[in-house]
């Protein structure tokens, strides 16, 4: 009889940019748009906590055009974000019985949507009833 | 979930609707207005929760990107990207208690 | 079986670039070309079988059941991992056509790859229902409603062809990861109602090589040809792992996977 000698083929090291995996990077890349948002939202209450000069920096770093354009790239990662999360929900959950039925996925995923979309209404809505 | 929820409008209008005026008037988030924010224990709350949420959200996700793109070795970068988080947790924590009330 | 252009369209030929590895002669795989006739109703088994049949005898692979239910015949067609019996020649015609072994696996031979490593995982999972309460003969079977069985059906349509550990990225970075098979074998138990162990399968969950080697590709449950959903079988055991980790000091029936009231009544 001869010897096995199992072949063991190498990982590719770029087979996150490869399709089907580049839709699962760019989800996990919108992490960067959450975080980044943080950092601008901490470094205006750290200027906020500096005193009112610090924080007239802060807001006139928010209206330049760096700014602007940046707030733009995290808002849409802020959307991919919401809308891949409520894709992936389901399967972090074992099967739901309502009404006596399994719940399809989709229909969770429909209703995460629907609470996320009614979240930025009520939020905005709230802000414009605010504002001085 | 909650970067899920309200990270999109909370984007919207204090990155885009309050500084440029479109939407919101001008001193929608001034001086005046967000210390009287930052000063109430509610106001402190929420955006100690958003701000910590936010960053230990992104670092776990970043975490994980750069681990399957072999950026470094799995405890190095575990240990960058938590280290870092946590950093950030406590300059939060210190400016809110700054602002006092 | 040479193709019958009675069976339908005209014959045609398809390049197949196949990767051979024979361990006593080749030190690395190598792809070697076919060209192949075959009509539109003919699977990519079939192609290969006509190849051994009548070009190359020695190519080596595994199939049985030619119907999609052994699992036998995984194997990585136009790098996706596909059961070579209910993929057609048709929809990569004119070619190449490249078939290699399925991904993430060692090569023993030509398209076979080593499974061991496979058998051990869903052998170590407790692959049995291991009852909460034994009931004696007498006291009848162990009941069981139409829907305590959808909360768990779908893992048990698992086949074992292994297609998930080839699109599972994290599998082919780290071997030992239990992986999506036997993760959805392992939740076919955990959430059957009349099994009591969840506690003992809860232990292999726990560590670096069981759930939480997933970062949530969802590949596995994309290229399952049964639907089983194994994602949704790793991802919710990430869930449960995080809960137990956390409220273990409360005692664990506190959350568990089904409660008492729809353990044993039918």
């Not at chain 2, 500084?19 to 001008?26: C, D, E, K, R």
Request: aromatic fraction near 10%; hydrophobic fraction near 45%.
């Amino acid at each position: 009889m001869s010897r096995s000698r199992p072949y063991i083929r190498p990982v590719e090291t770029l087979w996150w940019a490869r399709s089907p995996y580049l839709a699962y990077t760019l989800r996990e890349a919108t992490g960067v748009a959450v975080l980044g948002y943080a950092l601008v939202l901490l470094a205006g209450v750290v200027c906020l906590a500096t005193g009112e000069r610090a924080y007239d920096v802060w807001l006139d770093f928010l209206k330049s055009p760096w700014s602007l354009s940046l707030h733009v790239l995290f808002l849409i990662g802020m959307i991919a974000h919401t809308w891949t999360w409520f894709r992936i929900l389901p399967k972090t959950m074992p099967r739901l019985v309502i009404g006596g039925r399994i719940l399809p996925q989709i229909r969770i995923t429909a209703g995460g949507v629907a609470v996320a979309a009614a979240s930025f209404i009520f939020i905005v809505f709230v802000a414009v009833w605010t504002q001085p | 979930m909650l970067a899920a929820l309200i990270g999109p409008a909370l984007v919207l209008l204090t990155g885009l609707a309050a500084p440029t005026g479109i939407g919101l008037t001008n001193n929608f988030m001034s001086f005046a207005r967000a210390m009287a924010f930052a000063q109430h224990p509610l106001g402190k709350l929420i955006l100690f929760i958003v701000i910590v949420l936010f960053i230990w959200h992104g670092a776990e996700r970043i975490y994980l990107t750069l681990r399957d793109m072999h950026a470094g070795a799995k405890f190095s970068l575990m240990w960058i990207c938590y280290m870092t988080a946590g950093v950030l947790t406590l300059i939060t924590i210190g400016a809110l208690a700054t602002i006092g009330s | 079986m040479p193709p019958d252009p009675a069976a339908g369209a005209a014959t045609r030929e398809i390049v197949i670039e196949v990767l051979r590895y024979r361990s006593e002669t080749d030190l690395k795989p190598l792809l070697q070309a076919f060209r192949v006739p075959f009509t539109d109703d003919m699977s990519v088994l079939q192609g290969l079988q006509y190849i051994k049949d009548h070009l190359d005898g020695s190519l080596s692979f595994r199939w049985s059941c030619r119907m999609a239910i052994c699992g036998s015949c995984g194997m990585m067609i136009g790098a996706q991992p596909k059961l070579a019996c209910m993929t057609f020649l048709r929809d990569y015609y004119p070619g190449p056509l490249t078939v290699e072994p399925l991904a993430h696996f060692p090569i023993e031979r030509d398209l076979v790859v080593t499974v061991g490593g496979f058998v051990k995982k869903i052998e170590s999972i407790y692959p049995y229902l291991i009852p909460k309460t034994q009931r004696s003969l007498d006291e009848g079977e162990y009941l069981q409603t139409p829907l305590q069985l959808a909360r768990y059906e779908t893992f048990s349509d698992c086949i074992n062809c292994m297609l998930c550990y080839a699109a599972c990225p994290q599998f082919g970075e780290n071997p030992d990861f239990i992986g999506p098979g036997a993760m959805a074998l392992l939740q076919r138990y955990n959430g059957d109602s009349r099994d009591g162990a969840q506690a003992m399968r809860m232990d292999l969950v726990h560590t670096d090589n069981g759930a939480w080697s997933c970062t949530a590709v969802g590949n596995c449950s994309e290229v399952c040809p049964k639907q089983v959903d194994p994602a949704n079988a790793v991802n919710q055991n990430k869930t449960k792992s995080a809960l137990d980790f956390f409220l273990r000091f409360l005692g664990r029936p506190l959350y568990w996977e089904h409660t008492a009231s729809d353990g044993d009544k039918p």
